[in-house]
């Protein structure tokens, strides 16, 4: 277990019908702001709820939504924003929507007076973070590994290539505002795929080289809110949404004090790379990666596999991980999502630069033990 240096910055604010506060968390910290705004939220009633609350307020903004096209990179959408942005005048950004919607926000407020240009940060891997711009996060799901770090991934649009960009300094968020109202309108598909994302974030945090006692708390804690839902959801019991949005955040907030693993690593660069389904990449990587950690992480996978429920008191530890890859697939199979990354369009060749983008982040050394590029074309290849 290493060391735990920790702190928390943003302020959390979890809880039902937390978006009509929008406007009153937001006149405390500014008067104009830039609302970066996943496109898919303008088909829900969503939208109206946020903007009824910043007119009440008399909150001043514009939106940019222009950020729905995966055949634009990252760093042109965050160029085209702040454009925009300048000729505003703006005091912060909201950032609301998926985890794209939060990644740029996070990097424009960062960026907006740090007098450099995108790809001057891109190259030098960093903003200084001098002069932020206060930045709130509203996530319209419950899964972000690095919504709680000073660490922001970016598609640059040159290569396509993913990159974790340091922002040094006030590099979080002022305020994370997570409703589980966003998930109402979720399908059984969608929602089974985020589940599934957020137990492959809460396992890898827990079988990381950094994991420390304050992740294994989060996991835990996030582990139990999952097996909670599943019971729920024996019984046919609806409104497990607000279980889905707590877990999710505990899981972000371990990874931001461990890390991420093999599969998350390998599910960002495909989706920088080549537009696949993050959470659908994950989910499909999840029983491999428990397969491949079990020979040397099979007391804390069993443990998993006891605070969801599928695990017998009368089964050996490496049944009890049979039984939870078990669970895992056959909670995929229910909805129909794709089992193994052949399903999803891929071919070896773009999972092998999938593999070397990945092989060349930092994150290759917090993983669950020493891994190289060959270890991470191995693992794909079960997968395919």
């Known amino acids: ?20 506060r929008l406007g009153s968390f937001l006149s405390d910290l500014g008067k104009r702001w830039v609302i970066v705004l996943d496109p898919a939220l303008r088909e829900t009633n969503v939208l109206d709820t946020v903007l009824y609350s910043l007119n009440d307020k008399k909150i001043k903004y514009f939106i940019f939504d222009n950020i729905g096209s995966r055949a634009k990179g990252d760093s042109e959408i965050i160029s085209d924003a702040y454009a925009l942005a300048l000729q505003a005048g703006i005091d ?13 926000g996070r990097f424009l407020a960062a960026f907006y007076q740090c007098g450099k240009t995108v790809y ?10 001098e002069g932020s711009l206060p930045v709130v996060c509203v996530p319209s799901t419950a899964k972000n590994a690095y919504m709680f770090t000073t660490s922001v991934p970016i ?45 492959c974030m809460a396992i890898e945090a827990y079988i990381s080289e950094r994991s420390n006692f304050f992740s294994d708390m989060f996991v835990e804690k996030c582990i139990e ?7 729920k959801t024996k019984t046919g019991d609806c409104g497990c949404e607000e279980l889905i949005m707590e877990a999710g955040c505990l899981a972000s907030l371990a990874s931001s004090v461990s890390s991420i693993g093999v599969a998350s690593l390998l599910a960002l660069t495909a989706s920088a790379r080549f537009n696949l389904q993050k959470a659908h990449t994950s989910a499909i990587l999840l029983p491999y990666l428990i397969e491949e950690a079990a020979g040397y992480k099979a007391a804390l996978l069993n443990k998993i596999a006891q605070l969801l429920s599928v695990a017998k008191d009368t089964s050996s530890q490496e049944e009890n991980i049979a039984l939870l890859t078990d669970f895992i697939r056959h909670r995929m199979a229910t909805v129909n999502l794709p089992s193994r990354l052949k399903d999803m369009a891929v071919n070896m060749e773009q999972l092998a630069v999938i593999v070397e983008d990945a092989s060349k982040l930092e994150v290759m050394n917090n993983l669950q033990r020493s891994l190289t590029a060959d270890d991470l074309f191995e693992f794909v290849k079960r997968a395919y």
């Open 92 to 104: 912060g950004v909201v950032a609301i929507g998926g985890s794209r919607a939060i990644n740029l």
């Open 1 to 20: 277990m290493s060391d735990l240096f920790f702190r928390i910055s943003p302020n959390i604010v979890l809880g039902s019908h937390m978006i009509t």
């Open 225 to 231: 809110l999952l097996g909670r839902y599943f019971e």
């Open 120 to 129: 001057d940060c891109l190259d030098e891997g960093e903003i200084s973070g």
């Open 155 to 199: 598609v640059d649009a040159r290569s396509r290539q993913l990159k974790l960009i340091k922002i040094k300094k006030s590099g979080n968020a002022a305020l994370v505002l997570m409703d589980p109202n966003f998930l109402i309108s979720l399908t059984d598909n969608q929602i089974v795929s985020m589940i599934m994302e957020i137990l």
